[in-house]
Every structure is written in structure tokens, then in C-alpha cells.
């Protein structure tokens, strides 16, 4: 039996046993490293998001139709497919904008994800990057990343808050991670496209949440920032499990162990890009011959 969280005890740790589904899509103890994530994220099975029959219908459109996809702790993986494929529903489902029409969502083995708010969702530590960044343009890099880190947003508390020598060092260590250090005084507003998408990638990180959504994150960039974020992503995967939708093959070739295709909203194909680029029904309805 799983547990459906309250706001006030959404991060509490439970344990009730749940068997895996193996009849369909990945094997959910094959893909992960098995390891438990966050103070009160129960990963106990290795896998981190769980997707079973996911549908969503517009219009008696099916965007997604009997959707299934398990990504493990610690996991890079990459969503690929040709426009229409259901990969930017599949995001607003696993952050909360979408609701799905049936299936079940998991973020580790006890939170729905189908029964909480956007907001929620996030502050149980799934990170979502659009495709073009949001940053606040008027404000530094330093300042940014300051207002991103995870501490109480009320006014009073803003209005009394002081950096600990701890927050400082965070913010540090984020800046070095994105290679922002010598902007960290520059506005926003001011940096090149890849500099923004990389502060953005930033702010999130200074939520530390176990999963990030990365969409298209490469889109834009100059071949030196592209090659920049395939090491940065491959730095952070174990740390965090990333999930990347991208277009680019040359990116997707360079950062991931395991590609899922995605085609009519469903799971055409899985394994490593090799494997998919081989597979026939990828090649006809996405790569083409």
C-alpha cells in the first residue's frame, strides 16, 4: 500500500513494500543504483520516478496513451522523438501541470504525484528547466542564485535574512560548478544565452532537488557552451538523476547511458543510442533513413 502525502508531512519517510511492475517498459531494479535519496525520499527499489499507463487526452487527442518509463536514482537519461511525441506533456505530468486522464505518477515509492500541487511536487525536490531561461535580468548572478536557495520566502523572513557562512559557500560552490564565478557580480540581464540557461541550471541546483527536468538545454548554444553541458551534466548525474529531452543527437550521444524514444505518446524504444538508432521503427517514424 502506498501513502498519499499531506503538505505539512509530504517529506516524511515511509516504508510499506511495493512490488514492481516488470510486465511492462524497464525493469525498475535493472536501471537503478539502488541507493535512498533525500531525507525523506524512499528510493528503497532503486528508482526514483514511476510512470504505469500514463494517458492524458486533449480534445480526445491522446497526448500521452498507456505510458511507461522508470528512471533510477542517480540516472541520466534522454528523451528523444519527433515533434507531437508527448515529451513536453509527459514533463507537465510529472510536475503537476498536467493531470493525467489514468495511470499511476511516483516520485520514489511513496509520493503520488497525481494528487499533489505544482508546488508541492517541487518543494519534494523535482526541478524543472524550460527551454528558454528564466532568470531575473535586473538582478546579479549573485543575487539570483541567493533568492533560489531553499529557505523560508515570507516577507518578514526575507526582510531579517542574512547569509550564513554556510549559504555562502553553497553559493560558491554553485557558481564554480556552472563557471560563473568571474559574472558573479554581473546582471543577468547581461550574459550571453548559454550563461543564462547555465544560471538557471544554478538556481536550481541551489534547491538540491534529487530529480531535474531538463528541456532542450542545449538549444541555442555555441558548440563550446554545448560541450560545457554535456560535462556538466554528466558531472551532476549520480548526485541528482536528470531526465533531458533534446533534439541534438551529437549532445545525446555525448552525455547518455540510456535514450528512451518516444512516438504517439508512447515508449517506442529503450536502451543505449546505439541500440535505438539501430532499431527500425526509430529510424522510419524519427531518425529517418
Not at 91 to 97: A, E, H, L, Q, R
Request: net charge negative.
Amino acid at each position: 500500500m502506498r501513502i498519499t502525502p499531506t503538505a505539512e508531512f509530504m517529506l516524511e519517510p515511509a516504508f510499506f513494500p511495493v512490488e514492481p511492475n516488470k510486465d511492462s517498459g524497464s525493469s525498475r531494479e535493472a536501471i537503478g543504483l539502488g541507493q535512498r535519496v533525500g531525507p525523506g525520499l524512499d528510493t528503497r527499489h532503486g528508482t526514483i520516478l514511476t510512470l504505469e499507463d500514463i494517458s492524458v487526452s486533449f480534445d480526445g487527442f491522446k497526448a500521452l496513451n498507456d505510458l511507461n518509463l522508470y528512471i533510477g536514482v542517480g540516472e541520466l537519461r534522454c528523451i528523444i522523438g519527433p515533434n507531437g511525441a508527448g515529451k513536453t506533456t509527459l514533463m507537465d505530468v510529472i510536475t503537476g501541470k498536467t493531470r493525467p486522464s489514468h495511470g499511476k505518477a511516483w516520485f520514489g515509492e511513496t509520493l503520488d504525484l497525481t494528487s499533489m500541487s505544482e508546488v508541492q511536487i517541487a518543494q519534494a525536490g523535482i526541478g524543472r528547466k524550460f527551454q528558454k531561461p528564466t532568470v531575473f535580468e535586473a538582478l546579479s548572478v549573485f543575487e539570483n542564485l541567493e533568492l533560489a536557495q531553499k529557505t523560508d520566502k515570507s516577507v518578514w523572513a526575507s526582510l531579517r535574512a542574512r547569509l550564513s557562512g554556510e549559504q555562502k559557500d553553497r553559493i560558491t560552490e554553485v557558481l564554480e560548478t556552472i563557471r560563473l564565478t568571474s559574472s558573479v557580480n554581473r546582471p543577468a540581464g547581461l550574459l550571453s544565452h548559454g550563461q543564462k540557461q547555465f544560471l538557471e541550471i544554478g538556481m536550481l541546483l541551489m534547491q538540491d532537488p534529487p530529480l531535474l527536468l531538463l528541456d532542450e538545454p542545449v538549444a541555442g548554444m555555441t558548440d563550446a557552451e554545448t560541450e560545457f553541458t554535456a560535462e556538466l551534466f554528466k558531472s551532476l548525474a549520480g548526485k541528482h538523476s536528470l531526465m533531458v529531452v533534446e533534439h541534438d543527437m551529437g549532445f545525446v550521444g555525448s552525455i547518455a547511458d540510456h535514450v528512451t524514444v518516444l512516438h504517439q505518446g508512447s515508449v517506442l524504444a529503450e536502451g543505449s543510442l546505439e541500440q535505438v538508432q539501430d532499431n527500425e521503427r526509430v529510424i522510419e517514424v524519427y531518425l529517418g533513413r
